[in-house]
């Protein structure tokens, strides 16, 4: 059974992120406090699990949980924490068991645990969290076999489900825009602004192959840092009034509650242009004076269209959430089979060395007279004739343990598919 299986955690459905920042453990520290809690809970296994929204301790044990687990836990691992701050923590962690704890780490993994419904980034946090607990010497065939089993999940989740598309980020979705105006690679692009927003879309800018940016701020040096991520160049924001080199794409976020980019100051950019140009300004208030809507030829993208598109766009994801949960259910299932077929090879591992040390007593000292008359091709084909058997011996109660384990789980299909 999954019985052993055991989750402990704390996530940004029960908590605040700035609270789940106070159990997150210390890299350098990490490795000797999770043995600390290996050793003081008696875990067979244990895999930790620390993202920006969620802490987890996914461990293996048979023996009964201890009560006030949580509480216990972050003792070990917050000793310096008072002890009212700890009380408050623990009763917000959730502590998951047996089939539980496997379909929550498969919705997290799925990303139906996400902050943001599927993100796939989860996938790759896992791996190398997984990779971190196995190279500390924490985690064995139990875990390595979920982890494994939790990874084919989320690939099948994403790949049977449309969970993951259509984009939720404001920036992703306005980049997405700028690009279905058939932007060329090489076309020239103003950024105004180098605040946070705009970095993140210079992201976008560099990931798809555009280098010919220019960038204006106030401080020019966060200007000069964001152009150098890109390749561009970067001025002070008063140089906008006198750039004379005309743009394809401009692209506006700054903290000011005015408009920046006022028709009178568009007129002067487009320098003597009347191609349509494009516009984002993912600025709130707009920093883009609307009225040259009116007055130029422009593909206008702005945040308030992009929160409509992000609203439907979440509302598709929720919808698929229905077919990632039907497929976690199937997979639980499977899971269990599988956890079953390896318990079974487990227990039987022992008998491919007690039936070869059968075979080789039986030819060197049961035997040992009798086969030491026999000529060298006589005793080449005994040795083959015992080979054979010694494959076959092995191979038949293998076969029949399977049989049997896989005859009684098609027996409680139905009760073991119930949540």
């Not at 494994?148 to 997405?176: N, P």
């Not at 005994?382 to 191979?395: D, I, N, R, S």
Request: proline share 3%; net charge negative.
């Amino acid at each position: 059974m999954l019985d052993g299986y055991h989750i402990l955690t704390l996530t940004h459905r029960d908590t605040l992120l700035e609270t789940i920042g106070q159990v997150v453990l210390p890299g350098d520290t990490a490795p000797e406090t999770l043995q600390a809690l290996k050793s003081r809970f008696g875990w067979d296994e244990v895999f930790y699990l620390a993202t920006c929204n969620r802490v987890a301790f996914l461990f293996y044990s048979q023996e009964p949980v201890e009560s006030n687990l949580a509480f216990k836990v972050l003792e070990t691992i917050c000793p310096e924490m008072p002890a009212d701050t700890r009380e408050n923590i623990a009763t917000q962690m959730r502590l998951l068991h047996g089939a539980d704890a496997v379909r929550h780490l498969f919705e997290v993994a799925g990303s139906l645990d996400s902050l943001v419904v599927g993100e796939r980034e989860i996938i790759r946090q896992l791996r190398e969290a997984y990779d971190r607990s196995h190279a500390w010497g924490l985690t064995g065939d139990h875990i390595r076999l979920l982890m494994r089993f939790t990874i084919e999940t989320a690939k099948e989740i994403y790949s049977q489900t449309g969970i993951g598309e259509k984009a939720l980020s404001v920036v992703a979705l306005a980049f997405s825009a700028m690009q279905k105006t058939g932007l060329a690679k090489d076309a020239r692009i103003l950024l105004v602004g180098a605040g946070q927003t705009n970095a993140l879309f210079s992201k976008f800018l560099a990931k798809n192959g555009y280098q010919n940016v220019t960038v204006f701020n106030r401080t020019l040096e966060k200007a000069e840092h964001l152009a150098a991520t890109l390749g561009g160049r970067a001025l002070p924001l008063d140089a906008l009034a006198h750039y004379s080199e005309g743009f394809d794409a401009l692209v506006v976020c700054t903290g000011a509650t005015e408009p920046v980019i006022t028709p009178a100051l568009y007129q002067s950019l487009l320098a003597g242009d009347t191609l349509r140009k494009t516009v984002v300004d993912l600025s709130v208030p707009n920093n883009v004076d609307k009225q040259i809507l009116g007055e130029h030829a422009v593909q206008f993208i702005e945040i308030e269209n992009l929160k409509a598109v992000a609203n439907e766009n979440l509302a598709h994801r929720e919808r698929e959430r229905v077919k990632a949960e039907a497929i976690i259910e199937q997979r639980i299932f499977a899971y269990r089979a599988l956890w079953h077929e390896r318990q079974v090879e487990r227990s039987l591992a022992h008998i491919p060395d007690e039936v070869r040390a059968v075979k080789e007593r039986a030819v060197n000292e049961v035997f040992g007279k009798e086969f030491a008359q026999l000529d060298p091709a006589a005793q080449e084909l005994v040795l083959q004739m015992l080979g054979y058997m010694e494959k076959k011996c092995v191979a038949i109660p293998i076969k029949a343990a399977k049989a049997i384990a896989l005859n009684g789980r098609k027996q409680h299909a139905p009760q073991l598919s119930e949540r």
